[in-house]
């Protein structure tokens, strides 16, 4: 079969840098992923499993999964769905849930609860946003931005774990993703007029020249001010400044409120992603 399966991410680079990296905005996941294991970084003891779908000498296609996350299919060509629902069955992989581009995932859902005999339930459609011209929010709320430091810690924590309560996102390790964007100055904070942190934002590295806003978030009590506007252009204007070339974010389609605020302050959509569970 064209679908070859393997634990090495560094194989997995190999073969499928060039398909990643011609567009590194869309792949902008699969790519900060990728560079992540390679350095090192595990979010669970359960292994990983990588493949990609080669036509002839033309890599086609690509997906991964890092537990506790989800399967992420990067790159499903339509001719190429059946065989790599073969090719998981056959290497019986766990799939307890998909992340693609929408038709791709739609696709996929349909030949795997064929295959399986289960039920695929879509649980989050998300949409994939890009800068266009940063344009931060005029006038600002009261306050300003900062980037967090180690005093910072807990309350950082807190927040993320709250967000991850919010949204129908995979667990993950979150006091080693709170660390990892401190230790770099790629989490910031909104404090108020009186000093007290109001919102977050943070980032991930740039990969291939995109940065990636993630999280953002404003607990219930400082919500509908402005924050998040705010520290969002603020992490996005620290991120250019920082050498990051293009920045994007995701957010949940069903939040008109979220949308909007994206929409005014520079960032325009680009694609849209559904998240299916079986």
Known sequence: MPWRLTRDPDEFAE???????????????????????????????EPMLFGWFEDGAEVRGAVFRTPPFH????????????????TLQAA?????????????????????TAATGRRGETT?????????ALRPPEPPPPGGPRAAGAADLELAIRW????????????????????ERMGDRRLWLWEDEAGE?????????AVAGVARIAPVYTPP?????GYGAAITAACTADALERGAERVVLFTDRANPASNSIY?????RPIGVRREIRF
């Open 197 to 205: 942190p109001a919102a977050l934002a943070a980032r991930t590295p």
């Open 92 to 112: 019986r992989v766990s799939v307890p849930a998909v992340n693609g581009r929408d038709e791709e995932a739609e696709r996929f859902a349909a030949a795997w």
């Open 221 to 225: 009590e400082h919500r509908r001010r």
């Open 15 to 45: 073969r499928t840098e060039t398909l990643l990296a011609a567009s590194p905005a869309e792949h902008t996941v699969a790519l900060t992923v990728l560079e992540a294991v390679r350095a090192g970084h595990r979010w669970s003891e």
């Open 124 to 132: 989050v459609r998300l949409q994939l946003y890009e800068l266009e």
């Open 160 to 179: 993320y774990t709250a967000f991850h309560e919010e949204t129908p996102a995979a667990g993950s390790d979150v006091e080693a993703q709170v660390r």
């Open 263 to 267: 929409r005014r302050i520079g960032y």
């Open 71 to 86: 399967v992420l299919l990067s790159v499903v060509p339509d001719d190429a769905t059946a065989e790599l629902v073969a």
